[in-house]
Antibody
Framework: QVQLQESGPGLVKPSETLSLTCDVS?????????WGWSRQPPGKGLEWIAT???????YYNPSLKSRVTISVDTSKNQFSLKMSSVTAADTAVYYC????????????WGQGTLVTVSS | QSVLTQPPSASGTPGQRVTISCSGS????????VYWYQQLPGTAPKLLMY???QRPSGVPDRFSGSKSDTSASLAISGLRSEDEADYYC??????????FGGGTKLTVL
């Protein structure tokens, strides 16, 4: 079955760019579906960040759009997230997930990776 | 402040029926499907309900979803200790974004 695994630095300095990758196994991204990122600050709720269609069409959270880029690399069967000018408020567990539609249907999710923004 | 409003907590005893509400607006719940996620302690969210009231394979029929106008509900009957988790509602908003509720922490007493 399809599995997703996030990877990237666990510590990022303020004002720098956060870069995460989601490796997909058990399914070829080029075959279809949407692929998304969400995050969860410690002790808080979920926040959607961005979604990308396998063909490259993107959707962004309006509140984060100016700082976020989502991309897909079908040759590596992975998709990525870049978030610029990070602050302590961006400290969170970041999850990647497969989207059955562009809407809020995410299944399955990766296990998540904690990113801490600190100097 | 989340776009979708959920009660921060809910509780029940084993065997009881518990309901968790999710309130939105015409631009999200009122015009799009609602999804529910279960997040067990220390784990990633898991899809619990899709398209308002459809259960993915493997989700017990103790879980049910409903929607009316701009509100949705998740009901859990025959409450079990393993149901203790955080529950989130989500929906597409016509502003072209996914919105989540703030989450409800369910405690099984």
């Amino acid at each position: 079955q399809v599995q997703l695994q996030e990877s990237g630095p666990g510590l990022v300095k303020p004002s720098e760019t956060l870069s995460l990758t989601c490796d997909v196994s058990g399914y070829s991204i080029s075959s279809g579906y949407y692929w998304g990122w969400s995050r969860q600050p410690p002790g808080k709720g979920l926040e959607w960040i961005a979604t990308i269609y396998h063909s490259g069409h993107t959707y962004y959270n309006p509140s984060l759009k100016s700082r976020v880029t989502i991309s897909v690399d079908t040759s590596k069967n992975q998709f990525s997230l870049k978030m610029s000018s990070v602050t302590a408020a961006d400290t969170a567990v970041y999850y990647c997930a497969r989207g059955a539609t562009v809407k809020a249907w995410f299944d399955p999710w990766g296990q998540g990776t904690l990113v801490t923004v600190s100097s | 402040q989340s776009v979708l409003t959920q009660p921060p907590s809910a509780s029940g005893t084993p065997g009881q029926r518990v309901t968790i509400s999710c309130s939105g607006s015409s631009s999200n719940i009122g015009s799009n499907y609602v999804y529910w996620y279960q997040q067990l302690p220390g784990t990633a969210p898991k899809l619990l309900m899709y398209r308002d009231n459809q259960r993915p394979s493997g989700v017990p029929d103790r879980f049910s979803g409903s929607k009316s106008d701009t509100s949705a509900s998740l009901a859990i009957s025959g409450l079990r200790s393993e149901d203790e988790a955080d529950y989130y509602c989500a929906a597409w908003d016509d502003s072209l974004s996914v919105v989540f509720g703030g989450g409800t922490k369910l405690t099984v007493l």
